[in-house]
């Protein structure tokens, strides 16, 4: 009797130590998913970063092009303006003589 008793304590001590470990075991996996939560919560933070990075600067792009396009526009204009104000040529007589107006400022 006293061996089954014996026995009986130790699976008793055996099952008692699996289920501590299963204990320790259930935690570590709460606790690794915890921590996968806390990373994929930073990753998806750091898409949205990432995704308004590449917004803004496809909008400064766009941005810069319309600069770009405008300063062209502005420098035919210039030209054309320079051609015209070329082509005039205004003579003023004043007793007798001929005057070139000044060019405004």
Known sequence: MEEVAGS?????????DIS????????????ISHRLKD????TEAFL?????I???AEQQTASTEEIA?????????????NADVSSF???RRTEGTEETPNPAP
């Open 8 to 16: 009986a304590a130790g699976f008793r001590q055996w099952t008692d």
């Open 20 to 31: 501590a470990a299963a204990d320790e075991v259930r935690n570590l996996v709460e606790e």
């Open 39 to 42: 990373v994929a919560n930073g």
């Open 48 to 52: 949205a970063a990432v995704e308004q």
């Open 54 to 56: 590449a917004a803004t």
């Open 69 to 81: 396009s405008s300063a062209s526009q502005l420098a035919e204009a210039a030209e054309r303006l």
């Open 89 to 91: 040529h205004l003579l």
